[in-house]
């Protein structure tokens, strides 16, 4: 029951990743790609928290956090390229 | 099935109606910033519930105080806003329009400033 239940909210948030794939693909800009890109991986958290339950492990702890930083260091680099054209300012 | 297997099932369940809305405002919206206030609070609350009820299934089932998921919580929490509002200003300083049913643009001024004179920033 309990594990069937997990499945199923699973394949529930397979729908919205797909959601923000459609985003990623028919964005006009590409600001909206790296917002979907954004969210695409705080979903990533969320499916890989409800993996552990379902596995009953703690294995993936550490990929809980080095997605949720890499999401963020991803998305901030992506959009300061688009505001300047280069990542590291000199001056 | 126990009750507290019925509170993780709850809170599992809240999440992910959370981040299907995310989904669904990011698809259906139609700007950027619009989108954009759609996914920052609706997958950081999703997250946040579903690493709650992790860490509530780990102390109860298995005794086990796991703190990284606690930091992954406060991290998330901390750093998507941050991420949005980084998007939301690039997106608007190159120039992305608004759509066309927004009848308010409380930043113009102040970025009509900035460009009359660049040399005062930086």
Request: with cysteine.
């Amino acid at each position: 029951m309990f594990d069937t239940i997990l499945t199923w909210l699973l394949l529930i948030k397979c729908v919205g990743a797909l959601l923000c794939i459609i985003r990623v693909l028919i964005g006009p800009t590409h600001s909206d790609r790296i917002a979907a890109l954004d969210t695409l991986g705080l979903m990533l958290i969320g499916f890989v928290g409800i993996l552990m339950i379902l596995q009953d492990t703690m294995a993936y702890t550490e990929v809980i956090l080095v997605v949720a930083i890499l999401a963020f260091i991803g998305s901030v680099a992506l959009a300061k390229y688009l505001e300047r054209g280069n990542l590291f300012d000199r001056d | 099935m126990t009750a507290i297997e019925w509170i993780i099932i709850i809170f599992l369940a809240v999440g992910t109606l959370f981040s299907i809305a995310a989904g669904i405002g990011l698809v259906r919206f139609p700007d950027v910033y619009s989108r954009l206030h759609a996914t920052g609070k609706n997958a950081t609350a999703s997250v946040i519930l579903i690493m709650s009820a992790t860490f509530i299934y780990f102390l109860y089932e298995h005794q086990l105080f796991i703190g990284k998921i606690l930091l992954t919580i406060l991290f998330v929490f901390l750093t998507t806003p941050v991420a949005a509002l980084l998007i939301s200003r690039s997106a608007y300083r190159i120039g992305i329009p608004m759509s066309k049913e927004s009848v308010r643009d409380e930043m113009k001024p102040y970025y009509d400033n900035e460009k009359a004179s660049p040399a005062k920033n930086e």
